[in-house]
């Protein structure tokens, strides 16, 4: 149980690596005693005495699925509108871009004079795949735009000075709150796009070979114009013998070879993306995705080789005319030339120069960012199996309640960036991060400040970027919930709140959830609330919080209760007591609603949550719910805000 620091924090680093902060009280053996294993629920056991909370037997409940019934289509359709709804916006925006492109390239030269001839041979598999390839590039030009990080927040910073309206506000940030979405929609339009040119071009591969067995028609004369002259050569692969099976004059053209690299690239690159491979072997994730350097190269010299010809001299000799007069070529006075043709030009380059050039002023940036020099302050080890790192960075922008940064130790991996949400204030002279100790990384981040402070690992950061909780001060009311390690996002917002009290006029209540299942989680989130709840004792109904224990048998519970006679909670120090179970936010939104704000215009009050999907789904649905049965009364609206990494 905790234990309290005497000893400065000179002593302290020269002894050793980590200091174990504790804040809770001690419990004597005597006050009260708890059983080690769980016991056995009833059932139909009531809730506590003086608890809010659900019971947790009755949680289950729930997430019972109901009967699909009118109801539940209609909740269903509208949770799919008002969580997604800019999302699929966009995404259908992008969607019918991609059609449009495909479409109006098709029939571009589908009904092209200059690729009669070639039509000719190979039909609409030139269509096709010229459709395919537009459609290819469109989205290779976007595949980079999501993941310029400072381009993004850029656009962040300067989106609230332009976009008035806070409903327009919160509308276009949900988009950029999605964007590993879209860029992962990008990635797979790119594959799907890419299946349909390939397919075109062995079907348009085939078609040339199998000509040469067409004897006095019009794809025979076209197929042997070389004879003619160099600049009549519409077939690229007329000297192949049609009998025999081979790739080989594919492979020699500079369109053939780069393509089959650009497919091998491709496969490695989606096969390496899946949820596995990415958390369980992150360096496969990292160098099988930048392979994209070689996917962009060969790209660009895709087209240069100029395989599919066009007709150059359609005043000369008009092919709708001498088509039908191929046996006349040379003597008929319509047809006295010959058609010439000429190797398109390479456009992957137009599309990829924009996108390229940004996303390298991108990796520059975080390189220079990397180099710079990382002061760490402090390391502490939390009893909650959760590591926080104060330091120190010149040069870095200060870092505002909400935000989370990239962090990369150098003796780990010199390429893995992790993303973790900043914990102190702006008001702080130093930078904080949480960090929960789970998986590979963290577990030998952990391993690397064993011997802090006599050797200090060398660690690199970039950001601060945005997030859905930097729109937290433009509320009347904000609902905060967090679970385990997902409260992080707003402890740097409680903090700001409490050293900038008057800096945000409009916000009036602030409701603060935590919801844990051990109580080794509190310690280091405690004392911080202990701080904020003295600092706002005079502003009445400002700051209400309700942590919630899960996890733990009534019979448990029960025993806390009756043993827990003082003012204030055994667990947290707080005057408000710790629930047991889980809460009942249908209850205490009513409760919120009910409340007088003093206030005659509708409230508008933000739900932030961090934590896992079915809790989101339970606020989500709540949300909906609480909107539509007060949407005539006008006097509530509740926005849901979740966290993405």
Known sequence: MPSTHNCDEKEQRSKNAFRIKQTSKKISQEHIKLESKSTTVIVNEKLLPGDASMPLTEVSNIHRKSRMSLESIRLWFRLFIVNDLPTILFLFLWLV???????GQFLNYHHSRSYFYLRSLISDGLSVARAAALCLNFNCLLILLPVCRNLLSLIRHILPQCVTKSRFRRFTKRLFDQHIVFHRCVGYAICFWSIIHVGAHIYNYERLIDVHNEYQSLSSVLNLLYLQSSESQVNPFDGVSPNVLNIGPMLRTT???TGVILCICLMIIFSSSTALIRRSFYEIFWFAHHLFIIFFICLILHGFQGIVKSQINLNEHNPEICASLYREWGINQQCLIYPRFSGSQATSWMWLCAPLSLYILERLLRFIRSLQHVEILDIIRHESNVLEIRFRKKFMTIPQPGQYIYLKCF????FEWHPFTVTSAAEENYV???IRIVGNWTN???????????DIPRLAVDGPYGSAADDVFNYDGVILIGAGIGVTPYAAILKHIRSSRSAHDRLRRVYFYWICNTTSCYEWFAEMLQEIERDFRDRVNFLTYNIYLTKWSMRQARAVIRNNTDERDIW???ESKTHYGRPNFNVDF????NEDWQMTQKRHIGVFVCGPKPLVKELQCLCIKINDHYSSTNRVHFYLNKENF
């Open 97 to 103: 871009i991609n059609i449009a492109l495909f479409i």
């Open 255 to 257: 369109a053939g070879i």
């Open 411 to 414: 003796s780990i991996s010199i």
């Open 432 to 434: 904080s991060v949480h």
């Open 444 to 454: 030998s981040l952990t391993e690397k400040f064993q011997m802090y402070p006599q």
């Open 572 to 574: 947290t120090g707080l």
């Open 590 to 593: 009513q409760d919120i609603i």
